[in-house]
């Protein structure tokens, strides 16, 4: 198991560089004011009505880093910094998350794709933990000279569950950046913000960005880990 912990410490350590650059990006941004003087919500409720949507409500929530659009209810939620502040850092989460409720919209074909799996990538990230490490303890206890390899049945169930979220991981992937494509792209087009603010958040969402594709990756390497684990007890 040396090398499953060595590829969870690299993970962590990438995810966490990634994060906290991304965490200096949006204080430094934060700082960058609007000369417009729109607050994230005036943001984003302004980017829904130019894009003709009608039925998406904006509504603030607790926390930082919660910004998110909801399907299901048709909320743009903010959090409760972005909400309510007027800079560079605050338009680019509000456009973003609105870039997400222009994909439902038109009906961004990942975006469907993505929101079928979130069943079954639930019950997949509930069992699997348990599942992976039951199936390792199964095939140890089970080897013998008969059989040297052990029972594997239940750590191929578990590569399977793991196999379901890393895909879900690459999927979110271009479902993120086209969103954040979306906003850019609004907030540019339509004049929104200033050449110096729209660097801003730009920066900030291509660092956003980066999270997602450091979690893609992590889960991709533990994914290969398992997996060799399996066709290796098979040989």
Same mark, same amino acid.
């Given at each position: 198991m040396t090398g499953y912990y060595l590829i969870i410490g690299i993970s962590m350590l990438l995810s966490w560089?990634?994060?906290?650059?991304?965490?200096?990006?949006?204080?430094h941004y934060s700082k960058v004011h609007l000369r417009n003087g729109l607050s994230g919500k005036e943001i984003a409720e302004k980017m829904?009505?130019?894009?003709?949507?009608?039925d998406v409500q904006v509504v603030s929530v607790p926390g930082q880093l919660t910004?998110?659009?909801?399907?299901?209810?048709?909320?743009?939620?903010?959090?409760?910094?972005?909400?309510?502040?007027?800079?560079?850092?605050?338009?680019?989460?509000?456009?973003?998350?609105?870039?997400h409720a222009v994909q439902h919209a038109v009906g961004y074909s990942m975006l469907q794709l993505?929101?079928?799996?979130?069943?079954?990538?639930n019950i997949s990230?509930?069992?699997?933990?348990?599942?992976?490490?039951?199936?390792?303890?199964?095939?140890? %206890?089970?080897r013998s000279i008969d059989n040297p390899n052990g029972n594997?049945?239940?750590?191929?169930?578990?590569?399977?569950?793991f196999a379901v979220t890393t895909l879900f991981?690459?999927?979110?992937?271009?479902?993120?950046?086209? %969103?954040?494509?979306?906003?850019?792209?609004?907030?540019?087009?339509?004049?929104?913000?200033t050449t110096e603010e729209y660097a801003g958040a730009e920066d900030s969402l291509k660092w956003a960005a980066r999270t997602y594709v450091v979690?893609?990756?992590?889960?991709?390497?533990?994914?290969?880990?398992?997996?060799?684990?399996?066709?290796?007890?098979?040989?």
């Amino acid at each position: 198991m040396t090398g499953y912990y060595l590829i969870i410490g690299i993970s962590m350590l990438l995810s966490w560089i990634v994060s906290s650059r991304l965490k200096s990006k949006f204080e430094h941004y934060s700082k960058v004011h609007l000369r417009n003087g729109l607050s994230g919500k005036e943001i984003a409720e302004k980017m829904l009505r130019d894009n003709g949507i009608t039925d998406v409500q904006v509504v603030s929530v607790p926390g930082q880093l919660t910004d998110h659009y909801n399907p299901e209810n048709k909320t743009v939620n903010l959090s409760e910094a972005v909400y309510m502040q007027r800079n560079a850092a605050a338009a680019a989460v509000a456009a973003h998350e609105c870039g997400h409720a222009v994909q439902h919209a038109v009906g961004y074909s990942m975006l469907q794709l993505r929101s079928k799996m979130v069943p079954v990538v639930n019950i997949s990230s509930n069992l699997l933990q348990f599942v992976l490490f039951a199936g390792i303890a199964i095939m140890a %206890a089970t080897r013998s000279i008969d059989n040297p390899n052990g029972n594997t049945t239940v750590l191929a169930i578990g590569v399977v569950l793991f196999a379901v979220t890393t895909l879900f991981a690459f999927i979110t992937l271009p479902v993120e950046y086209d %969103a954040s494509n979306r906003a850019l792209k609004w907030l540019k087009t339509t004049g929104t913000v200033t050449t110096e603010e729209y660097a801003g958040a730009e920066d900030s969402l291509k660092w956003a960005a980066r999270t997602y594709v450091v979690a893609a990756l992590g889960s991709l390497a533990q994914l290969l880990y398992f997996a060799s684990m399996l066709m290796g007890s098979r040989r």
